[in-house]
């Protein structure tokens, strides 16, 4: 019985650790947004959101829509949303929607294909 707890807090403690890193991109990302610095908070957010944050993949998101510290790209921003939709982000199906307005059916399937194509090497 002692074997299964000791193996309980391990595999725990195994969970925790990996997704520390993820979290703390994130917080750090935040931090760097709310006082004006978005070269940092999208470094973070990236790094973040490389390793399946998706409140960080929701944020990119909203950085490529509003164009804060990059580009407007509502396909990039489009990508970023289906991403973070597709792990039951429920606001990032709202943000898609409303970028998919600006975009035509093509530049649609190329967002699409940008998102199957990163989660392909996600995994």
Same mark, same amino acid.
């Given at each position: ?35 004006? !610095?978005? +070269?940092? #908070? ?14 960080? *993949?929701? @944020? /990119? ?20 949303? !289906?991403? +973070?939709? #597709? ?14 307005? *600006?975009? @035509? /059916? ?18």
């Amino acid at each position: 019985m002692l074997k299964k707890h000791i193996l309980v807090l391990i595999c725990a403690a195994a969970i925790i650790s990996v997704s520390l890193p993820a979290i703390a991109g994130f917080e750090e990302g935040n931090v760097a947004y709310k006082r004006g !610095d978005f +070269a940092t #908070a999208f470094k973070e957010f990236a790094r973040s959101a490389d390793q399946g944050n998706v409140d960080a *993949q929701f @944020t /990119l998101g909203v950085m490529y829509a509003s164009g804060d510290g990059v580009d407007k790209d509502y396909k990039l921003a489009y990508m970023w949303f !289906d991403l +973070a939709a #597709a792990k039951g982000k429920h606001k990032a199906v709202q943000y898609r929607n409303t970028c998919a307005s *600006q975009l @035509t /059916l093509a530049e649609i399937a190329e967002a699409r294909s940008l998102a199957e194509e990163w989660k392909s090497k996600a995994k």
